[in-house]
């Protein structure tokens, strides 16, 4: 009944007048804001799944944090309602271990399911799937613990570098200079093996110095051309190729490795690697063959199934080589004939499948097309001359319309079965 409020009313009706302020309208684009002159949020809680088993990269750090929390609880509340699932059976009776007799039942994808496999796997250094499947079930019982196992120990990095599986190259087809007619040599591999060690000259206390061979294979016959070089230069090697080119022709394209496929730690095979693996001696190469309107190709690094024809070569090569030769120093004309030698039964093997069928045909070796004849000279075209044969008598000085005719009575064979003479 005190308040003024209530009696007198407000304060503004007891003004003569009333004086108004112009309200204030918001454009489209504008907010409104709050007390402050500052926009107002609100937060809104966001409700997350905690996962602790994913907070974990180890199940015995999981084990130790969990154990600390488990202490603590029993700490502030003695009583703990476990709520563990365990397998059951018939096994209550047997004197085995309580996780043995019913093991505790995990779910099929869970962290801490994946922890416990990937724990006894490391715990059995490491064992197959089977191995670390029966460990698990000494004291667990996973959900669909084989398929499981077997995608952990599949992931395995250990496993995996143990047993590295190496993908097989899908092989392709032929290049086209493998399978293109072309005369010997025209398309040539070349590489270089050894060393071989011969003596300076006869004689006692002549000390062996190495030798190497340069092999040069035809990529469409499998020729072969070997010739035997003092030493690892570019010049020795620019030599040997002279001399192949003046004894099969020049070639139209060379291909040789690139140098970084010969691996060793021995100093001959650095040797060979640094020959055609150093920038100077190739640009000496290209050089040279660029003159003589020669393509050289070398085979990408660390790629030497692209040059298995020369490569099987080698080891051809090398098969008869140390069988004759062993460790035995020649001089350098002994090696040189005895290379000679190996290039001939080189060129001398089939490059066909032999046929059992007696009526067939020679083999075809390399050597068929390296050594050839004209045919004038061992083809004869004309017929042979046979018993009752009318020919012409030719008489010298005389135009062959005025030869007279006549007829064979006798032949007289000579030691080739072929007639000398009517």
């Not at 603590?72 to 009583?79: G, N, V, Y």
């Not at 030769?325 to 004939?337: G, K, Q, R, Y």
């Amino acid at each position: 009944m005190d308040s003024q409020l209530w009696w007198n009313g407000p304060l503004w009706l007891q003004y003569d007048k009333i004086t108004t302020h112009p309200l204030t309208t918001l454009e489209d684009n504008e907010e409104p804001l709050g007390e402050d002159g500052e926009d107002s949020v609100i937060v809104m809680p966001l409700q997350t799944e905690n996962d602790i088993f994913g907070k974990f990269s180890t199940l015995n750090k999981l084990i130790r944090v969990t154990a600390t929390c488990i202490r603590f609880a029993l700490i502030c509340r003695k009583e703990v309602e476990r709520g563990i699932l365990r397998v059951g059976g018939r096994l209550q009776n047997s004197k085995l271990q309580e996780g043995a007799k019913h093991p505790v039942l995990l779910p099929h994808r869970s962290r801490f399911t994946e922890l416990v496999i990937e724990h006894e796997h490391r715990k059995m250094l490491h064992a197959g799937a089977n191995s670390t499947l029966a460990a698990v079930r000494l004291e667990y019982w996973p959900l669909k613990a084989r398929g499981t196992i077997k995608r952990l120990v599949r992931g395995c990095i250990t496993c995996f570098k143990s047993k590295p599986q190496i993908p097989e190259q899908i092989m392709g087809n032929l290049p086209a200079h493998r399978v293109t007619p072309s005369r010997p040599f025209e398309n040539t591999g070349v590489d270089f093996c050894g060393p071989i060690y011969v003596r300076e000259g006869r004689g006692k206390g002549r000390k062996n110095i190495k030798a190497y061979v340069a092999v040069f294979v035809c990529m469409a016959t499998k020729a072969v051309h070997l010739e035997v070089v003092s030493d690892l230069t570019t010049e020795a090697f620019l030599n040997a190729f002279k001399r192949f080119i003046g004894r099969r022709g020049r070639p139209s394209d060379v291909f040789s490795d690139n140098g970084t496929n010969f691996v060793g730690a021995n100093r001959e095979l650095e040797e060979l690697r640094d020959l055609l693996n150093r920038e100077e001696e190739q640009k000496k190469l290209i050089d040279y063959t660029a003159t003589e309107k020669i393509k050289w190709h070398f085979i990408p690094s660390r790629a030497p199934h692209f040059g298995d024809l020369w490569e099987a070569t080698v080891k051809s090569f090398k098969n008869h080589f140390y069988k004759v030769a062993s460790d035995a120093a020649m001089t350098f004309e002994e090696a040189s004939t005895l290379v000679i030698q190996i290039e001939a039964i080189l060129n001398s093997r089939p490059i066909a499948a032999l046929s059992s069928d007696p009526n067939d045909l020679s083999y075809l070796t390399a050597g068929h097309f390296i050594i050839g004849r004209r045919s004038k000279w061992y083809k004869n075209n004309d017929a042979q001359f046979q018993i009752g044969q009318l020919i012409l008598c030719k008489e010298d000085g005389l135009p062959p319309l005025k030869w007279v005719l006549g007829r064979i009575q006798k032949v007289c064979p000579g030691s080739d079965g072929i007639a000398e003479q009517p």
